[in-house]
Nanobody, 124 residues
Framework: QVQLVESGGGLVQAGGSLRLSCAAS????????MGWFRQAPGKEREFVAA????????YYADSVKGRFTISRDNAKSTVYLQMNSLKPEDTAVYYC?????????????????WGQGTQVTVSS
């Protein structure tokens, strides 16, 4: 069983930056594809970014492309989401997810483990 714990959320002004972290334990982190998703109040959980087990393949939602960067440190069993040029519409609870398949996916159904989420609020 894999446990995922997100951190780094908070309140930031529009145009600012945040770096989210997701620490994994209980499994072989380097085998898993990792993804970030977000859910705003009253909306479905949506894909943000994903990275393959070996970091060779990256996917981004069009809404964050060029502003967000996903990365991972397999030695630290941690995946990151660097968020720059934040906008009020980025406000949501951000979740990290791990997929045993090793291949990144934009489909939340492809992931086996989820963290509890961290709140990101961007003020205008």
């Amino acid at each position: 069983q894999v446990q995922l714990v997100e951190s780094g959320g908070g309140l930031v002004q529009a145009g600012g930056s945040l770096r989210l972290s997701c620490a994994a334990s209980g499994g072989t982190f380097s085998f898993y594809a990792m993804g970030w998703f977000r859910q705003a109040p009253g909306k479905e959980r949506e894909f943000v970014a994903a990275i393959s087990a070996g970091s060779g393949t990256l996917y981004y939602a069009d809404s964050v492309k060029g502003r967000f960067t996903i990365s991972r440190d397999n030695a630290k069993s941690t995946v990151y989401l660097q968020m720059n040029s934040l906008k009020p519409e980025d406000t949501a609870v951000y979740y990290c997810a791990a997929g045993r398949h090793g291949h990144p996916s934009i489909d939340k159904g492809a992931y086996d483990y989820w963290g509890q989420g961290t709140q990101v609020t961007v003020s205008s």
